[in-house]
């Protein structure tokens, strides 16, 4: 439970609804999200049509479907696999800091679509940074020894003994 973030939570919530169009209903962060319906609606305004078949009511079963065919269009979406929360995560409350982390995430992937002109969450994505170097600045360290080299002043490990041999005390 410590590592979970309120704030973080409901910010996560905040950028949900905005995009869904809706109030934020009252209620627990994992209670809202539970049975993966919200989540289905928010991928489908993200990529429209992605989830064909959301569950609104049924066994503890089916609404775990629903949020399996949330993480699979969410990695389709762009989602690293090691973002994305488990199903029990969030279902069963075992990680819940994961489940906020997860969907902070994709507010943040959300930048990197062009056609979404929705809200977004988090910083600034990092656009590429490419720089090139002439043949001679990349050759211009070569002369330099650098400290894991050593400057041992002419010390070697003559005399040291060969292994096995017995020490002289």
């Not at 999200?33 to 064909?52: A, D, F, Q, R, Y």
């Not at 979404?116 to 988090?122: F, K, S, V």
């Not at 360290?141 to 040291?160: D, I, P, T």
Request: charged share 25%; aromatic share 8%; proline share 5%.
């Amino acid at each position: 439970m410590s590592k979970r973030d309120k704030a973080l939570e409901q910010e996560v919530l905040n950028w949900i609804f905005q995009c869904l169009g809706e109030p934020v209903p009252a209620g627990e962060f994992e209670d809202i999200l539970k049975n993966g319906v919200v989540l289905c609606n928010l991928m489908n305004k993200l990529t429209p049509g992605c989830i064909k078949k959301i569950q609104p009511k049924g066994t503890n079963f089916q609404l775990m479907e629903n949020i399996e065919r949330f993480q699979k269009a969410a990695k389709a979406y762009g989602l690293p696999q090691e973002e994305i929360f488990q199903t029990a995560d969030l279902f069963e409350r075992r990680n819940i800091a994961q489940v906020a982390l997860s969907l902070f995430s994709l507010g943040r992937i959300t930048q990197k679509h062009p056609e979404w002109t929705g809200p977004t969450l988090g910083p600034k994505m990092a656009e590429k940074n490419e720089r090139t170097f002439t043949e001679d600045q990349l050759r211009a360290s070569e002369g330099v020894l650098n400290l894991q080299m050593g400057y041992n002043k002419g010390a070697s490990q003559a005399g040291q003994g060969a292994f096995g041999n017995t020490r002289h005390m």
